[in-house]
């Protein structure tokens, strides 16, 4: 194997091999791409469509322990044989770039650093072109290679712009917060309890966390007026709960993560009109929280 810039070849096994090994995890992050389209060429759509959405960068920060902002020195083409799980059509190439800013990452990284990019050539063959281009991209370090790190996602490297990078800068500061919102798992068990009036009533939705931490929604009727909702981070629903602003880390969990319906299981205690209202209410709070707009693969 021929030497790729400043990488050694035993450098670059090292990093190969930490390639062929991800392949294989389940993983645990939110959804990424399961094949390998074109990173760069979505990224530029993406871009051009007025920037990668929040959600779709929110999914990009909370799966990578480095974050950094780069300038792209070289490229350079792998051989197919030399390039494990490649996907049918697409090129593998080294890419080494220098770090311009570090947005995350524990224990630093050197000036320059090298990794792996899996890209699709256009209708003329032709491989997209990078060097000098600057980049955002979200991975995770290589063991035994400190110079080198893993794109969390084969979409990893971003086009930067200010818009993502301050998205990824204030979705990484937020998710650090004391006060960070939990991962939602699922929903629990739903409770109506009517009012004195016809058509008033309040119903209170409890959320499933990953760390166990209460999470629930609230719906409020009263006669003549719209529904108000909110959402808790605690036991106690005080008046001070309020729905989420949109584009925040709060709402991402929710918009995210919940189902359009609200389960059967969670009315399992209720009378048949309490579940009713309750559906209707859990319903109410999807679609005020509005869709999570992911447009990465799944």
């Not at 091999?17 to 759509?45: H, L």
């Not at 780069?70 to 090129?91: C, Q």
């Not at 969390?152 to 086009?159: E, F």
Request: aromatic share 6%; net charge negative; charged share 20%.
């Amino acid at each position: 194997m021929n030497l790729l810039f400043h990488v050694t070849a035993s450098a670059l096994s090292v990093i190969i091999a930490a390639t062929s090994v991800s392949a294989q995890e389940t993983p645990a992050a939110p959804r990424v791409f399961a094949d390998n389209t074109d990173a760069s060429q979505g990224a530029v759509q993406r871009e051009a469509a007025g920037g990668i959405g929040y959600s779709d960068i929110a999914d990009l920060v909370l799966s990578a322990p480095v974050i950094a902002d780069a300038t792209v020195r070289s490229t350079t083409k792998i051989k197919p044989a030399e390039a494990p799980n490649l996907a049918a059509g697409h090129v593998r190439l080294y890419v080494e770039v220098d770090v311009t800013a570090l947005i995350r990452g524990a224990d630093g990284l050197p000036p320059r650093i090298g990794y792996l990019l899996d890209v699709m050539p256009d209708a003329a063959g032709r491989v997209p072109k990078f060097k000098k281009a600057r980049v955002l991209i979200f991975a995770r370090p290589v063991p035994g290679a400190v110079n080198q790190v893993q794109l969390v996602a084969p979409d990893a490297q971003l086009d930067w712009t200010p818009t993502a990078d301050a998205r990824a800068r204030k979705i990484a500061r937020d998710a650090l917060a004391s006060d960070a919102p939990p991962v939602i798992t699922g929903i629990g068990n739903a409770f109506h309890v009517p009012g004195a009036l016809p058509g008033e009533g309040e119903t209170q939705i409890f959320l499933t966390t990953a760390d166990q931490r209460p999470v629930s929604l609230s719906v409020l009727r009263r006669p003549g007026e719209q529904p108000r909702w909110a959402v808790a981070l605690s036991e106690i629903v005080d008046e001070s709960a309020a729905p989420p602003a949109p584009e925040t880390l709060l709402w991402y969990r929710l918009s995210c993560a919940l189902p359009e319906a609200l389960p059967d299981r969670s009315t399992g205690s209720l009378e048949a009109a309490d579940a009713t209202i309750a559906r209707e209410d859990y319903a109410f709070v999807v679609a005020a929280l509005g869709p999570c707009g992911r447009t990465r693969k799944s």
